[in-house]
């Protein structure tokens, strides 16, 4: 069964023209089942890891 398409391209266009006008670097664009365009920044950093604590969790067994 098919579903009708609940956006358009120009609809995504848009989404994306107006984030990248607001000076935003757009990084990912969703379109979700209810046809709603989330528009994702390159803006936010990532989390970024501690590899310190990474090290300590995979030595666990070295204190044994």
């Not at 757009?26 to 090290?55: C, E, F, H, W, Y």
């Amino acid at each position: 069964m098919t579903r009708a398409v609940t956006f358009t391209q120009a609809q995504v266009r848009r989404a994306v023209k107006a984030a990248e006008s607001a000076g935003l670097r757009v990084r990912k664009v969703t379109i979700n089942a209810d046809g709603s365009i989330t528009v994702d920044s390159g803006d936010n950093p990532l989390p970024t890891v501690d590899t310190r604590k990474a090290a300590v969790a995979a030595s666990w067994d070295d204190f044994a």
